[in-house]
């Protein structure tokens, strides 16, 4: 068995990580939001909507980030057969599937005030967009598989099979967008980054890791319960069909 | 070619400490038996102890969480092809297109195995003769179960692993299977066989229960 | 200390999106910690009505 | 070789049978296409912008369509255990079931298209690069679909799953397909996509069969 492959030490290991990575987050984020809504300056061409771009690109980040642990533990399920991998891709997909409604979200409010319209087919956006129902294709593999190693077989494979497409979307979305779109006067991830905004962005990006890491941590500690208590209930009722056999 | 006791393991077919795990739950494990020319080896328990695993472990389909198996002493992890194109298996179901017809069917599964095989003795060997042309679809559970087991006879296979066999028949195809069988073995081939049913053979019998997991809680991940 | 109160007319945008943002963030970590509660719950009931076997369990496999 | 033939063989024949999906399918594609005009108008301006995408998310949406027929009857009536356990390795028998749900799907969209692009008034300039695109891209859906098929065969609503796993892979071989035909309304070179939309496919082709084999194994077990 690999080393951290036993979940007694992964928990141990687990909580040990764990007041860290939870005091990083609160820690980051209230120094983040410090800089990006009091300290910042306005843009002189988007006023002050350049603050959205301080949650919209690390959550767009933070999305694909998380669809590339996603494919990693599906990797690690797959080939050295990792007991624990499938365990952290379902914890971490919700996660992931989070911070792409963040990023289309806030993406859409920040397009809005620019071009009138909630929703620009811009290139970007649009690879969020597929990025996001790659995740629900993945979570829905997983309900829909009663019998927890197979679902996460599955969707171990619907995870590397994806992560083999997304440069591909991602470069054909791209390509779609430069044939149907003239030159757009204003690219989606915002003019030059200045030094100013450096800080408030790196903040924020620290604190989006950070959070990705305390939440992973309870959604796979809550999984490794739930097997847990799956196993007794199964020991539970061949126990008491034994008994009231014999 | 009468079965050869002092060959016992030389081309029969073992398990040593075999263990199963079928979608993450241990079905058994430690187990062991060994099978020679001429042998029928009848598997009994209770639902869900793992006769239906076992047969597909034994068949390839699954490859076992401990221990191995032998075949003619050589382990099928290293030559799984040679022993899959010795062996007949039977499942539960049947592998039937219904629109297709009785002879049809067979005929696939003659040319899917490789070689053209004979379908007439295949029909014959179960009773179907008259039924060739009929669609797959519209015979009794019965004459499918029978058209199943005629897969028995398209060509040699020393090994013949057989689930739940007489499911389905009436007294003269149960007795008509029960000489099949008998002849195969006489002349040197091997059966396993989960079944409930005494067929009037004389074989070993392989309690499954004796092999439950022991770990009260196995690996709870 | 100008930037908080006049976000100017696109005041909305930006108070919506870090509404929003602070939505989703702080319901998810919510839910997951709630999750993990309920189930080490429900462990520790399941766990103490089975003692003998935990005693066994422990000494049996060295997991 | 015989195997495959004979799988082919059988595959296709009972998908152009009665109650196969080839029918089906053409019905649909027709049918979708032909709702369009009454949607859009009958404008022909409108009609022939619209018209690569329309005919093509059309095929997509009917090969689409007998996708969870691909291995889902074979796992039902037991021919997948066999057809595992047959001569052929898993990833070449998902090649070739891929290969016959294409034949029995996507070729016969080929021949009605042009005829259903007619209906949209689309240029003729561009029917030999809606042509070429459907022979070119077709496959790839087809390879990408095997993925989705194999993951969810045995498993209820299989239909809903399999196009939310689906139908985002598609949107590459979507792009390039409906980019040529448009390059080519437009007198433009339509090289480019065309040569994309080859790569795309013959991705399709290796993934598609490595991962729907990994998929297939996990429901044998």
């Given at each position: 068995m690999h080393k951290f492959a036993n979940p007694t030490r992964f928990l141990k290991l687990a909580a040990a990580v764990f007041p860290w990575a939870a005091g990083l987050t609160i820690a980051l984020f209230a120094a983040g939001l410090v800089m990006a809504l009091v300290f910042s300056p306005d843009d002189y061409q988007q006023g002050s909507t350049v603050r959205i771009m301080y949650l919209h690109v690390p959550a767009a980040w933070m999305a694909l980030f998380t669809y590339t642990v996603l494919a990693a533990s599906g990797a690690a399920s797959l080939i050295?057969?990792?007991?624990l991998a499938d365990v952290a891709g379902k914890a971490a997909a919700p996660i992931g599937a989070m911070f792409t409604a963040l990023a289309l979200v806030t993406g859409m409010l920040w397009g809005e005030p620019m071009?009138?319209?909630?929703?620009?087919?811009d290139a970007r956006l649009t690879s969020v967009l597929v990025l996001f129902f790659l995740y629900l294709g993945y979570m829905a593999v997983w309900d829909a598989i009663d019998n927890r190693a197979t679902a996460g077989k599955a969707a171990a494979i619907l995870a590397v099979v994806g992560f083999i497409n997304v440069p591909i979307i991602k470069f054909s979305v791209d390509w779609w967008n430069t044939l149907h779109q003239?030159?757009?006067?204003?690219?989606?991830?915002?003019?030059?980054?200045?030094a100013s905004m450096l800080w408030p962005l790196g903040l924020m990006f620290g604190a989006f890791n950070a959070y990705f890491v305390t939440v992973l941590i309870w959604r796979i500690r809550a999984e490794l319960q739930a097997r847990r208590v799956r196993a007794l209930e199964d020991l539970l009722v061949r126990q008491t069909e034994r008994e009231s056999a014999v | 070619m009468g079965p050869n006791p002092t060959v016992q393991t030389q081309d029969g077919f073992e398990a040593r400490s075999l263990a199963c795990r079928r979608a993450g739950r241990l079905?058994?494990?430690g187990l062991d038996f060994s099978l020679a020319p001429g042998q029928l080896l009848v598997l009994t328990g209770?639902?869900?102890?793992?006769k239906s695993s076992l047969l597909r472990l034994a068949a390839g389909l699954l490859s076992p969480a401990g221990g191995a198996l032998l075949r003619a002493g050589v382990d099928l992890a290293k030559d799984r092809d040679s022993h899959l194109a010795d062996l007949h298996f039977v499942g539960?179901?049947?592998?039937?297109?219904?629109?297709?017809?009785a002879a049809a069917n067979l005929e696939f599964w003659a040319r899917f195995l490789g070689d053209a095989g004979n379908v007439e003795q295949g029909l014959d060997a179960m009773g179907l003769g008259g039924l060739?042309?009929?669609?797959?679809?519209?015979?009794?559970a019965g004459q499918q179960r029978r058209l199943g087991l005629?897969?028995?006879?398209?060509r040699p296979a020393t090994l013949w692993l057989l689930d739940?066999?007489?499911?389905?028949?009436d007294q003269a195809s149960r007795t008509r299977l029960a000489d099949a069988m008998r002849r195969h073995l006489e002349c040197g081939g091997m059966i396993l066989a989960a079944t409930?049913?005494?067929?009037?053979l004389s074989g070993g019998v392989l309690e499954l229960e004796r092999f439950a997991p022991r770990t009260a809680l196995e690996e709870w991940l | 200390m100008t930037g908080v109160f006049d976000m100017g007319v696109y005041a909305p945008y930006v108070w919506g999106s870090y509404g929003i943002g602070v939505l989703l963030l702080a319901g998810l970590a919510y839910q997951s910690w709630r999750r993990a509660r309920i189930t080490a719950a429900r462990l520790a009931a399941l766990e103490a009505k089975a003692p003998h076997r935990r005693r066994r369990r422990e000494t049996g496999d060295g997991s | 070789m015989r195997s495959i033939l004979a799988l082919l063989g059988r595959d296709v024949g009972l998908s152009w049978?009665?109650?196969?999906s080839t029918r089906l399918a053409l019905a649909f594609f027709a049918l979708t296409v032909t709702l369009f005009p009454f949607g859009v108008g009958p404008g022909a301006a409108t009609l022939a912008k619209v018209a690569p995408g329309v005919v093509w998310v059309a095929a997509l949406l009917a090969s689409m369509l007998s996708l969870d027929r691909m291995f889902e009857t074979d796992f039902e009536d037991g021919s997948l255990d066999l057809l595992a356990i047959g001569p052929l390795p898993l990833p070449l028998l998902v090649l070739v079931k891929t290969v016959a749900h294409w034949v029995s799907t996507a070729l016969p969209l080929l021949v009605l298209a042009p005829v259903l692009a007619i209906t949209l008034q689309l240029?003729?300039?561009a029917y030999p690069a809606l042509l070429a695109s459907l022979v070119i891209g077709t496959p790839a859906l087809s390879f990408i679909g095997a993925i989705g098929a194999a993951l969810t065969?045995?498993?209820?609503?299989a239909g809903v799953l399999l196009s939310l796993i689906v139908l985002p892979l598609y949107v590459p071989v979507l792009i390039f397909a409906t980019g040529a035909v448009d390059a080519a309304r437009n007198g433009f070179d339509t090289a480019p996509h065309l040569m994309f939309l080859g790569a795309v496919t013959l991705v399709a082709v290796v993934v598609g069969c490595w991962a729907a084999a990994a998929a297939l194994r996990l429901h044998l077990e």
């Open positions: 050295w057969k990792h007991p071009w009138g319209t909630w929703w620009v087919w003239p030159a757009s006067v204003f690219r989606m991830d915002g003019p030059t980054i200045d | 079905v058994f494990e209770a639902n869900g102890s793992g539960h179901k049947n592998a039937l297109k219904p629109t297709l017809s060739a042309d009929l669609p797959a679809g519209e015979l009794s005629a897969r028995l006879f398209l739940e066999p007489t499911v389905g028949l409930h049913e005494d067929l009037g | - | 049978a009665a109650g196969g240029e003729s300039t065969t045995g498993l209820r609503r």
